[in-house]
């Protein structure tokens, strides 16, 4: 028998717990399962995840868990999408994205409308770092 093999431990399994924790018990005490979103219940525990070990460098921990997860570019791909979409959510709630629209539209004069608009999609699309972001907020409702 090789006593060389690392015995696990619960405090690998407390990101589990924080996730069913924030998901399943956010759902039991509001009564709507739908208050907690899935992926905020991922980010969080994942996050948590990242801190438990202070001997590794983030760098590595960030390696490790895009690796398991699948393949390390994918998944990564994934990660950054998901927190591209979670800012360009906030900023269009605190309604930065149309104050951005209606500031670059009253500047432009009416014969330079497609430039202007050209102009203001660039900078929206550099301030939020998606461009679905940016076509959700340049295309008429």
Same mark, same amino acid.
């Given at each position: 028998m090789d006593k060389t093999k690392k015995q696990g431990s619960i405090v690998a399994l407390?990101?589990?717990f924080v996730f069913i924790f924030l998901f399943i018990?956010?759902?039991i005490f509001t009564g709507d399962f739908s208050n907690?979103?899935?992926t905020v219940a991922v980010i969080i525990s994942a996050t948590y995840a990242m801190?438990?070990?202070r001997k590794e460098s983030l760098a !590595? !921990?960030?390696e490790v868990f895009t690796k398991s997860a699948g393949h390390s570019n =994918? =998944?990564?791909m994934v990660v950054i999408f998901v927190l591209a979409g979670a800012f360009a959510g906030v900023a269009k709630g605190m309604g930065a994205v149309e104050s951005t629209v209606n500031l670059g539209l009253s500047l432009v004069p009416g014969?330079?409308?497609m430039v202007g608009l050209f102009l203001v999609g660039c900078f929206i699309s550099v301030a939020m770092g998606t461009s679905m972001g940016t076509v959700v907020a340049l295309a008429p409702r």
């Open positions: 407390s990101p589990l018990g956010t759902g907690m979103p899935l801190f438990l070990n !590595k !921990k960030v =994918i =998944i990564l014969n330079l409308l």
